[in-house]
RNA sequence: GGUUCUGUGGCCGAGUGGCUAGGCAGAGGUCUGCAAAACCUCGUACACCGGUUCGAAUCCGGUCGGAACCUCCA
């Protein structure tokens, strides 16, 4: 294990409701799963949220050390629309009205899908399992648990029997139901219903004629039900126990209530160490919801064609505005909040570029070691990533002062900081800086140094006009001229 | 209606019993040919009303906002 200063990694684990030491099953093996998108539609950017928090949780696991496998699946069955629908897929349901085939739609959606978790730079995960590519593994589960008597057919689907679960197991422990009251809560539903109780969940729908997506199955021709799919392949290729458990907030209840009772059954396990639950992104104080028309989608904030931001903000931007709150607080997009983002998002980037040029002194006159530390102690703290940044921001001014002379470090301390510094922005907390890595630098450098010399020219000569004439609109192209002791850099806004 | 969470300075957002969060914006200063950048200094905030405590933004109760879930949803 090579965490610097040996700190102890605690996460908040939602099914407790208190922060733990992370201890995993199988050091230095990590097992982590989190709920994917469903792939019927564009991705939206509270979802970008979630996955950009378990990426970094991903990433700083890795940087303590541990090898981590970390599943991410895509749904592309399907989930039911309602009950009284008697099973229309929401794909099969997107499908008929674009005339396209249910795999073209999925097809469509998951390319999208990856693109958007490219640009935010996501690191994909270690396996992407499909549900529809592990329908035979859902049927295995459903005969588990219908052997231990805790599931029962009707009519070709196969529902899961809440009240006979818990004569032996408590179900709503991970999100403080009660039972009763929940039962008392459910409105009738219109129609008949098949189920025993309204808790109960299903496991297997029967296909009705109209049902474009189905597969054969010991119970007749249909689909599995809303919550299998997670429980089925994550036992698959983590285990029937493993180490977290992440998805949004609003999955808590039903589906991952769903999946630890649909686990129990099958195994009598626990099947997860630790949950975690991102909170929800909300838009101008308002949550996102496409009826409102109070949406916004990734394209459209890169692009800036959207009616709530006065102008496009880069993925990056985005990206550390999301890590610049922590991941179980509620976060709010609105366009000051990405404008000031954005600004400290670049002095970040600058004091990076800064320190890769900065030379050692003899001796270290500040303290960087505990400088450090501190980003690990935040980083430990439950993934707090905003104080990590607020910390490196702190490093930044020190940066900032040995560019002018004013601090140094010792070789070696100065080595490290600069180890230390690409590895937690760049690798752990994903941050890069886009503009810069996609153009030509060589030869914009090359370009750039011509005009300041030239500049640097005029200014000797006292012709002041020529030389503003060129910094201003250099400025005006996006080109940020400084003047410092050392002479004269640029940066790209 | 029920469950869970939340309300912090101009804006965003950490903190959760006594001690500077941080970013952005704003004011003053240093530097500069002038600027910009950078650095230094400056804000005495914690929805409201009670209570516990030597001491509360932080704990408890109530009131009023906001969010999620209870129905597919990250």
Known sequence: MKNPKSQQLTIYNTLTGQKERFEPLNPPYVGMYVCGPTVYNDVHLGNCRTFISFDVVFRYLQHLGYKVRYVRNITDAGHLENDADEGEDKIAKKARLEQLEPMEVVQRYTVGFHRIMERF????????????????????????ILDKGLAYEVNGSIYFDVKKYMESEPYGELS????????????????QSEKRSPLDFALWKKASPTHIMRWESPWGEGFPGWHLECSAMSTKYLGEQFDIHGGGMDLKFPHHECEIAQCKAANNKKPVRYWMHANMLTLNGKRMSKSTGN?????????????????????????????QAHYRSPLDISDE????????????????????????????????????????????????????IAELFEIVRY??????????????????????????????????????SMLDTARLDAVIQVLIDMRQKARQDRNYALADQIRDQLLKAGIQLKDTKEGTTYTLL
């Open 399 to 436: 940066i900032n002062l040995m560019k002018a002379g004013e601090q140094h470090l010792c070789e070696k301390d100065l080595t490290e900081l600069k180890d230390f510094f690409h590895r937690m922005v760049e690798d752990v907390l994903g941050l890069k800086d886009e503009q810069r």
């Open 176 to 191: 403080g139901r009660n039972v009763d009251e929940l039962i008392a809560g459910t409105r009738e539903l219109e129609g």
């Open 121 to 144: 730079n996501v690191l994909p995960p270690s396996i992407e399992p499909t549900a529809t590519g592990h329908i035979v593994e859902q049927i295995q589960l459903i005969r588990k």
């Open 337 to 388: 909040a990405l404008q000031a983002s954005e600004k400290g998002f670049r002095r970040l980037m600058e004091a990076k570029e800064t320190l890769s040029h900065l030379k050692a002194g003899t001796v270290s006159d500040w303290d960087v070691q505990s400088a450090m530390a501190r980003v690990y102690e935040a980083m430990n703290d439950d993934f707090n990533t905003p104080v990590a």
């Open 295 to 323: 949406t916004l989608l990734p394209q459209e904030i890169f692009s800036g064609q959207n009616a709530f931001l006065s102008k496009p903000y880069s993925s990056a931007v985005v990206r550390f505005f999301i890590l």
